[in-house]
């Protein structure tokens, strides 16, 4: 089989990884891919969201399967396209994708169908908006609508920095189009939550739960980042609490989305904080989680492209999903000054012996060498019996791992490990 994969960062060398243990798997494209994906496939230089092209590219190749991994092309309707040609695909349709396109649909098809979530309004106006916020509760959350490449979450400690923010996204549009619309909304506290799952529009299966940690700096200080590591399972959600979330939450959310007519296939994300009065969705994803990926799937013992297969088919209640009862950690290894700036073009050495652990999320190939070409550069997984020794035995292989100005976080999975002494 030819596989092809839209998109180019740590997520998608994890599912181009896991996917070559098919032995009926011939040949992967990796449209963009990276440097580093360049060992695991066959990169072409065509951006994700240039559909056309891919669209293009996935014909003339006769590709007989497609796995778009991030959001805007999901959102641009990427599977809709390579459907009409019939491509079959793993990934929801743009209609369905909205569930992460659009804040303001999710919030309102949570409210609609009394899926838990924090309280909020929905602003298209900014006047109104700056007015709501004289009386609003502090801290509050400004949502940006749409896409904004993970940063259109604002955490407002101040009526000040509320009025900053909304006069940012909604006057000088920060975000462009994507700040049309906010949704301001209650601040929840609690342990978070990522749970991933398959999900063929009728039966939804949860992935093995992981913990992101967000912050770019150690104890959860610095700016919002795309995820500096991860670890899965995470301690917090345990059974009876997986049980709450299939009933009030994942079964809701798939039903919710068949009625309106948006039957969701692919892999949804749902951003869980275990809040005093129950777990709540902080967020959907119409996709896999960067860098939650890089722990659930190597933990996956089910073969990936059967369960790919299934959502697009419909089968995937007649299909095995299985996850090993280890732990798993991964340690994102980023540039210095990610997510503000950072300098690019610097030489990544890899010993040999822990290849197969790392995820290269922004590198280039030059002259037969591996340089440096993004914020988050690679992550580097560990799975292991328990939880201790996979964080113990990630910061090793990290340390195999170089690149001038390199950072990384040295707590990750401190927090999931104290966690467990309090169960
Ligand atoms: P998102 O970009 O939607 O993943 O949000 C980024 C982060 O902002 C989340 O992981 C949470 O830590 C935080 N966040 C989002 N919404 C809320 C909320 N209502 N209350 C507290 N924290 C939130
Ligand atoms: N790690 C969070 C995300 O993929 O959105």
Redesign the pocket.
Known sequence: MRILIVGGGGREHAIIKKLRENKDVTEIFALPGNGGIAKDAKCVTIGATDIEAVVKFAVDNQIDYAVVAPDDPLVLGCVDALEEKGIPCFGPKKNAAIIEGSKVFSKNLMKKYGIPT?EYEVFNDIDKALAYLDSAPIPT?I?ADGLAL?K??I?ANTIEEAKKAVTEIMQDKKFGKSGDQIVI?????GP?VSVLSFTDGETIVPMVSSMDH?RALDNDMGL?TGGMGTVAPNPYYTKEIADECMQKIFLPTIDAMNKEGRTFKGCLYF?L?LTEKGPKV??YNCRFGDPETQVVLPLLESDLLTVMQATTNGTLKETEVKFSSKNACCVVVASKGYPVSYEKGYEITISPEIENNVYVAGAVQKDRKLLTSGGRVLGVTAVEEDLETAIKSAYEKVDKVHFDNAFYRHDIGKRALEAKGEN
């Open positions: 924090a959350v949502k993970g259109g979450v955490i909304e209650e601040f929840l506290t978070e967000k919002n951003g904080m902080i967020e």
